[in-house]
């Protein structure tokens, strides 16, 4: 069977879900390519020969054009800051590989455009890390819309929380960094954003605000200023008249990964949360009033591509399932087949709509989304 070889760019948090990623695809999708684990790279060339060993890597760099330029290289995973994903992938795609981009694309609206450009002009597959597009619960959600289970969608409310930065003595990283975008905006809210774009459709009007619940934040011996924004909440206009709410927010206490979906139709409602992602409520204003409520339905090998997975009911997928399947479809693209990708232009659709939305904050109206 045919190979392919990847290299991954950054061993963070991410790094290890793309690593974990391309070490399952093959053995949960046996219509795969098997992946060779080429080269990883890292900031220095101790910790990228350590993380290659854990994750089974055949090379080390801390020099990542090194790791752009090795032939063995197909597939280009880059998780590293925001503000590093624009030079990474356009490198990458103008040296003939595939990427696979964590989102957001970039911290500026030029360097995005600029992304996507790079990957029309190269013809490569290029897509980001909207890992939640990719749920079976979220699949099924889109399938009952697609069904007309709840009717004519009139109003949505999504809700991203965590509280890693809920604590004010939270340490100064690249996230409270302008030069990491906007805040909780690029970085939580363009999730809520890829479910709306892939479930509903583009906003065509936003209205937005932005906050910060602590000044500064422990940077060494002393305090640094943050320069982002933790929380952010957005009104959101559809063309075809739906409204909706986006709420984001890093420093909401005892939130872990709440990613919660409220859809209302004409005559029924479907409720979700990341946190419980095996599960979807669906209300249809259907029967009785005494009997009616939200029913519970729990995701399972009817529910595709769970059966992928495990064969049995009830034993529940995780976080980093979400990425196996991300990279199943990645492959599939690459492979001229069907797949369900967030690509760099429909990623960008994305980061015009967080641009709206902070413009929107700084100028205090509503704003049109080019
Ligand atoms: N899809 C998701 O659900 C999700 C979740 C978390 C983070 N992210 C995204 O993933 C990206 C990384 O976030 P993270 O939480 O993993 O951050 P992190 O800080 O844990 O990891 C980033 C890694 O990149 C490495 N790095 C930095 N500069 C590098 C360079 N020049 N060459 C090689 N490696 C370099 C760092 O040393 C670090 O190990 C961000 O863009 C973030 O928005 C996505």
């Given at each position: 069977m045919r190979t392919i070889g990847v290299g991954l760019i950054g061993t963070g948090f991410m790094g290890k879900c793309h690593a974990l990623a391309w070490t399952g695809v093959h053995a949960v999708f046996d219509d795969m390519p098997i992946v060779r684990r080429v080269m990883l790279s890292e900031v220095e060339e101790g910790l990228a020969r350590r993380k290659a060993d854990e994750f089974g890597f055949e090379a080390a760099t801390d020099d990542w054009r090194a790791l752009i330029a090795d032939p063995g290289v197909e597939v280009v995973s880059i998780t590293t800051p925001?503000?590093?994903?624009a030079q990474m992938a356009i490198a990458a795609l103008e040296a003939g590989k595939h990427v696979w981009c964590e989102k957001p694309m970039a911290p500026s609206l030029a360097d995005s455009e600029r992304m996507a450009a790079a990957a029309r002009a190269c013809g490569r597959v290029a897509v980001l890390g909207y890992n939640y597009t990719q749920s079976p619960a979220i699949r099924f959600i889109g399938k009952l819309i697609e069904d007309d289970a709840i009717g004519l969608l009139t109003h949505f409310r999504l809700e991203m929380d965590e509280d890693f930065m809920a604590d004010s003595e939270a340490p100064f990283s690249w996230r409270s960094q302008a030069s990491s975008g906007y805040g909780a905006l690029d970085d939580f809210a363009v999730h809520p954003m890829s479910l709306i774009t892939t479930l509903l459709g583009a906003p065509a009007e936003v209205f937005g605000e932005m906050s910060k619940p602590y000044p500064n934040r422990p940077d060494g011996g002393g305090r640094r200023e943050v320069e982002t924004f933790d929380i952010a909440t957005a009104l959101l206009r559809m063309a075809d008249g739906a409204s909706g709410t986006v709420q984001v927010s890093r420093a909401a206490w005892g939130r872990k990964g709440r990613l919660q979906l409220q859809l209302f139709g004409a005559h029924g409602a479907i409720v979700f949360d990341q946190e419980r992602f095996n599960e979807v409520g669906l209300f249809v204003a259907d029967g009785p009033e005494d009997t009616r409520g939200f029913k519970q339905l729990l995701m399972g090998p009817s529910h595709p591509p769970y059966d992928r997975f495990i064969s049995a009911p009830g034993h529940q997928m995780g976080f980093n399932d979400l990425k196996i399947i991300e990279a199943h479809e990645l492959l599939n693209r690459i492979l001229g087949r069907p797949a369900l990708t967030v690509d760099f232009e429909a990623g960008l659709a994305i980061e015009r709509t967080i641009h709206a939305i902070a413009r929107s904050s700084q100028e205090g109206r509503w704003v049109k989304v080019g």
């Open positions: 925001n503000a590093l994903h």
